[in-house]
């Protein structure tokens, strides 16, 4: 039988946004809501964007089209809308007083600013990328770290039409390039660098590197910690020269519900990154969805969420949170630096009323002294949240206790980059259990099924979502069949989401893991066809093979093997030139755990790396699985070797 840790007060009950759209729309309970929505998607997705009072600048036509198929269903049709409208322009004029961003960086920097400022900041730097030739569809690199710049680029390339293309702080040139390339962009936004742990990152120096090998003309640099910078004259423009002596008054693009708003990347299993494809009316009302009514955010809410721009929790966060008229929380810098306590001490400095960090976080704070965060009653706190990767129950016992007093519920949430945000999630409304999500996220017809695709209960199958939302990617930017190969292709107008699930007798949903070949390393997902051509961009290697390995603190770690090349010796230093290499290409954050290796990788006859039979021999399987399509058998010897 399932152990229930926490149980709803009346208080969270009486509070609570999901209950009241229930009771609004008709609905015995939340059950009858999640099958009405599932029966008709159209209906459901039009009482939330008015529930959420979503400003229009023309009302849509019909919520919801299907004529191209559910793979590219079509919300909102007809409707004129720019999300940045609800998001700041509304806040601004309602409450202009009220807080909406607070800002900490790594060296004690602190800030904080009102709906009102932060209008007329966006506005300001809306301005600016119109001066800079920046225009409705053009597409705007953002390689920055979480300072309050950061947001306002986000919503003032949305205030002008642009689309953004949010790129991990800690990623290296190659994996910056790659992505500004993919995307077209014209303009890149950065910093001169950042703190991490005391010391400064140089980030305009990985970022002129990336610039030169993409099409990107300009470049507008935030000096956020005075580190003398190379200028290139006629490209760079510094933000503090340009954007500060803008009109705060800046016209809002006439954008469509469904016009691109944002091009994210996510690692996939092979080949180059995939660009996801967000509208206006699709990615921040999911966000702004399931902070409502899985998290219960309100206008009063204080949300701290630790992630990176890059990361799908960056602009999930900003674009959610904002629209609901809440405060964002950013912290740039180290969860534990200067002081192994700092995460505790912001959230109580900042009375953030949610806190959302990932399981790979909480293992490494619960090996300190408990006095660490006992020393911080944090009052304001009454929901934990956590993503990014499986639990396993001593941490998240400890995650629930120790940081939220056992008063707080622990929201689960799991989803993706092209789902918008979560697939299942736990709730305020319901029983909180270790490790587990009380269902689907509302609104998501999600179901877990067997090898043929029928629906399982008590055993782990493929977790799959049987009807649109709002939210879902429009597709991979430049390439649709991809699109439809990765997520629609094993049965008819079924979206395989690529994670093990399994429901227990109690109804209780669990995630266990992926079921591709994805990695995820501290809860950032990568794919192993990067690490690979990243390793073999180093001369003494001829092949590799990435594979994710289970790892205590981290959830995965990183594990390369690697073929030399003829005339190489294997040696310690190699092996560290080949992680020196990774890190170069990918940045310190995917630092192989180890690098191996061995004469031969195991291949398919049409010379496919099988990495499960790589990572299962790693581990010391015995049961390898099919092995069927296996041409040299002796390769799985070879990886036994090298362990």
Not at 40 to 62: F, I, K, N, S, T
Not at 160 to 167: D, E, K, L, N, Y
Not at 304 to 327: E, K, R
Not at 422 to 447: K, Q
Request: aromatic fraction near 8%; glycine fraction near 10%; include cysteine.
């Amino acid at each position: 039988m399932t152990r229930i840790a926490w149980r709803p007060s009346p208080t969270h009950l009486e509070r609570s946004r999901l209950l009241r759209l229930v009771r609004a729309l008709g609905c015995r309970d939340l059950d009858d809501l999640n099958r009405r929505a599932a029966d008709d998607p159209g209906w459901y997705w039009q009482a939330v964007e008015r529930d959420l009072g979503v400003r229009w600048a023309r009302p849509y036509e019909r919520a919801l089209d299907l004529s191209e198929g559910k793979p590219f269903a079509r919300f909102y049709v007809g409707g004129r809308m720019n999300h940045v409208a609800s998001a700041v322009d509304a806040q601004a004029e309602s409450r202009p007083g009220a807080t909406a961003v607070l800002w900490e960086g790594e060296e004690g920097t602190t800030g904080s600013w009102s709906y009102r400022r932060l209008r007329d900041e966006v506005g300001r730097a809306a301005n600016a990328l119109r001066a800079l030739g920046v225009g409705q569809g053009d597409r705007v690199g953002i390689f920055m770290p979480l300072t309050p710049e950061c947001a306002v680029a986000t919503l003032a390339c949305s205030r002008v039409g642009a689309i953004f293309t949010p790129i991990f702080s800690g990623y290296g040139a190659e994996a910056v390039a790659t992505r500004l390339e993919d995307a077209g962009a014209k303009l890149l936004i950065t910093a001169d660098g950042f703190y991490r742990r005391g010391k400064v990152v140089e980030m305009k120096r990985v970022a002129d590197e990336a610039a030169a090998r993409s099409a990107v003309g300009t470049m507008l640099v935030l000096r956020r910690t005075g580190t003398p910078v190379e200028w290139r004259t006629g490209r760079d423009v510094w933000w503090h020269e340009l954007v500060p002596g803008q009109s705060p008054s800046a016209p809002l693009a006439d954008t469509a519900a469904d016009d691109p708003y944002m091009l994210i990347y996510t690692s996939g299993t092979t080949g180059r990154p995939k660009g996801a494809v967000h509208v206006h009316a699709g990615f921040p009302l999911k966000a702004a969805h399931d902070l409502a009514y899985a998290f219960d955010v309100q206008a009063d809410d204080r949300v701290f969420w630790y992630s990176d721009l890059g990361w799908m929790m960056g602009p999930w966060l900003i674009a959610g949170v904002l629209l609901l008229g809440g405060a964002i929380v950013l912290y740039d810098g180290a969860l534990d630096w200067p002081e192994p306590d700092r995460v505790w001490s912001i959230v109580e400095r900042q009375g953030a009323t949610l806190l959302g960090i990932a399981p790979t976080a909480v293992r490494a704070m619960m090996r300190l002294p408990l006095e660490l965060v006992r020393k911080h009653p944090m009052p304001t706190l009454r929901v934990l949240g956590s993503t990014g990767e499986p639990w396993n129950e001593d941490p998240w016992w400890w995650y629930f206790r120790e940081v939220g007093r056992e008063r707080c519920p622990v929201v689960n949430y799991s989803g993706g980059t092209e789902i918008g945000g979560g697939i299942v999630s736990g709730l305020t409304i319901a029983p909180s259990a270790p490790c587990a999500f009380n269902g689907p996220t509302p609104g998501m017809a999600a179901d877990v099924v067997d090898a043929d695709g029928r629906p399982v209960r008590g055993e782990v199958g493929e977790l799959v979502v049987r009807q649109p939302w709002v939210g879902m990617t429009r597709g991979f930017w430049n390439d649709r069949q991809r699109y439809l190969d990765t997520y629609w292709s094993r049965w008819p107008d079924v979206w395989v989401h690529g994670d093990w699930a399994r429901i227990d007798e109690e109804g209780f949903w669990y995630i266990h893991g992926r079921s591709d070949d994805t990695i995820k390393v501290a809860g950032k997902r990568v794919g192993p066809a990067e690490v690979e051509s990243a390793a073999v961009g180093h001369p003494a290697v001829a092949e590799a093979a990435a594979v994710g390995v289970p790892d205590e603190l981290k959830g995965e770690a990183l594990v390369v093997y690697v073929v030399p090349r003829a005339g190489v010796e294997p040696s310690d230093e190699v092996r560290r030139e080949i992680s020196e290499r990774v890190v170069a290409v990918l940045g310190p954050t995917l630092r192989p755990a180890a690098v191996r290796f061995a004469a031969e990788l195991p291949k398919t006859r049409n010379a496919k790396v099988l990495r499960r039979v790589v990572r299962g021999a790693h581990l010391g399987e015995q049961n390898l699985g099919d092995l069927s399509a296996l041409e040299n058998a002796s390769a799985v010897d070879a990886i036994r070797r090298a362990v």
